[in-house]
């Protein structure tokens, strides 16, 4: 889709569109009434300003919208919409070892006890164990920092999402 395309659409539709590329509701509602939009720059400027004044309950409820790393059963399930653009994302998961999956998944465990919602990572270009690393890492952050590093890694995956909406 084009953005002259994107900024013809009726608000409903465009807002299912944005809701792809980023699940939190707020932003959602602040991006699709910035529309229209004369260039990608600003589209993706603004995407990053709306995401980074919006609350901690906001940054929650996005990272809802994604699966676990490695979750392929939740890809294909509570994620259908976005399914195909995750599995994109997470493709590396799928050469993983066996070790690196069982790690994978008992660091997601250990990362949602601690801080209360999944472990957020952009997952493109990076392999398994890259973000095996990247999780084990981010496990000793205390909640007050992490909340940030993962807010920070969903911008990243919203400003790529949003580039796939406009390349499709």
Known sequence: MTLPELNSLPAPTRAEALAKCCGATAWVQQLNAAFPVAEADVLFQQAKDIWYNLSE?????????????GDVNSLREKFASTSQWAEGEQGAVKQASQDTLEALAAGNDSYERKFG???????????ADEMLALLQARLPNLP???IHVAMAEQDKITRLRLEKLLAA
């Open 144 to 146: 007050a920092e992490e």
């Open 117 to 127: 919602y999944i472990f957020i990572v952009c997952a493109t270009g990076k392999s």
């Open 57 to 69: 309950a906001d940054w929650r409820e996005a990272f809802t919208h994604h699966p676990k790393i």
